[in-house]
């Protein structure tokens, strides 16, 4: 068996279908997806009587040898068909390279699974080659925000419960796409719905995940997309009560981050719905009304400029030119600029 350009899902469908590949090279920069497979097969592939035998995991550091692992991957199963070995941590091995030596005749009894975080393998070297002949390699990617509503969706689908839209964009925006946070987060709000309930809306995620109802950064943005000068005001206001809630560098990335989208949605070659949806790449069309509100409220022109001034904020509050200005002196400088 060898696969590449394989899902997370197409993966454990073949485990569950007991259609195992000798060598499982798991790496990328979301660990979400390495951890859920890795254990998938850690839990279904033995049983537990098996595993007190059969099953090893490896936490590798600098010091791990590359040959201790290789000679254990050489061993045979007791009482078993199968021998798992969960490789974790493996862009500490030094010496990664020489798994190749063991790649390229794997013992079948055996199931290596390297679990290799923040980052890639060099595909250029021999590694890489040497298991896409014989079992699978998976690049796990971070999501685009664009695709988190989604992954929410699907996650809570499978708990038997579902999200309203704007419970979805607060959870989203608020956690972002850390994937194993945010499915910790899913987890910790499906207990807290009540009897009977199975959906959550926006007060229960305000609730348990420590977001101010009325005063927190997606009112602020929505404020400002709107133009409501007097709310956006009152909510800065609040935020520099609170500045270790309320970073000034992160509110300012989040009015970047949005501004950067409106602007690109003008460089669309197809500004309907549909179009814009593509564009941009988003999954939900209920994620696109802001940024098409705020192309009405706000010209291409403006917009450009509000992103520039964003950029000299940011430079601002890590001390470039600012002078004897506080940082609510700059926040408010940055919020009349765009809103006037």
């Not at 499978?158 to 704007?166: F, G, L, T």
């Not at 981050?257 to 309907?272: E, G, H, I, L, T």
């Not at 192309?295 to 950029?311: D, E, H, P």
């Amino acid at each position: 068996m060898a696969k590449t350009n394989i899902t997370h899902r197409e993966i454990v469908e073949l485990v569950r279908k007991q259609e195992y590949a000798p060598i499982y090279l798991l790496m990328g920069e979301e660990a979400y997806y390495i951890d859920r497979i890795s254990e998938y097969i850690a839990d279904n592939v033995l049983t537990k009587d098996e595993q007190d035998f059969n099953q090893t995991i490896i936490y590798c550091t600098r010091e791990t040898s590359v040959g201790d692992i290789i000679n254990c991957a050489r061993r045979y199963p007791m009482m078993a068909k199968y021998q798992v070995i969960i490789v974790k941590e493996a862009q500490n091995l030094l010496k990664i390279d020489e798994l190749a030596v063991y790649a390229q005749n794997p013992l079948k009894t055996t199931i290596l699974v390297i679990c290799y975080k923040n980052g890639t393998v060099d595909g250029r070297k021999k590694l890489v080659p040497a298991i896409e002949k014989v079992g699978i390699v998976f690049e796990s990617k971070k999501l685009k925000e664009g695709m988190l509503p989604q992954f929410i969706a699907d996650y809570l689908r499978r708990k038997q419960a579902s999200i309203d839209e704007r419970a979805c964009q607060i959870l989203a925006e608020s956690v972002g796409a850390d994937l194993n946070r945010l499915a910790s987060e899913l987890d910790k709000l499906v207990l807290a719905l009540p009897t009977g309930q199975n959906r959550l809306n926006a007060d229960l995620v305000e609730q348990n995940v420590g977001i101010s109802k009325e005063f927190n950064m997606w009112e602020l943005r929505s404020s400002v997309v709107n133009k409501d000068v007097a709310k956006a005001n009152k909510i800065l206001y609040h935020m520099e009560q609170n500045p270790k809630d309320n970073p000034p560098v992160m509110i300012v990335s989040m009015l970047f981050n949005f501004f950067a989208v409106v602007m690109q949605a003008f460089y669309s070659p197809d500004r309907s719905e549909q179009g814009l949806m593509k564009h941009l790449e988003l999954r939900q069309s209920w994620q696109l009304r802001e940024y098409t509100t705020a192309m009405r409220r706000y010209t291409a022109m403006k917009t450009m400029q509000i992103i520039g001034k964003l950029r000299e904020t940011d430079a601002r509050l890590k001390g470039i030119n600012r002078g004897n200005l506080t940082d609510a002196d700059i926040m408010h400088e940055l919020l009349f600029f765009i809103l006037h």
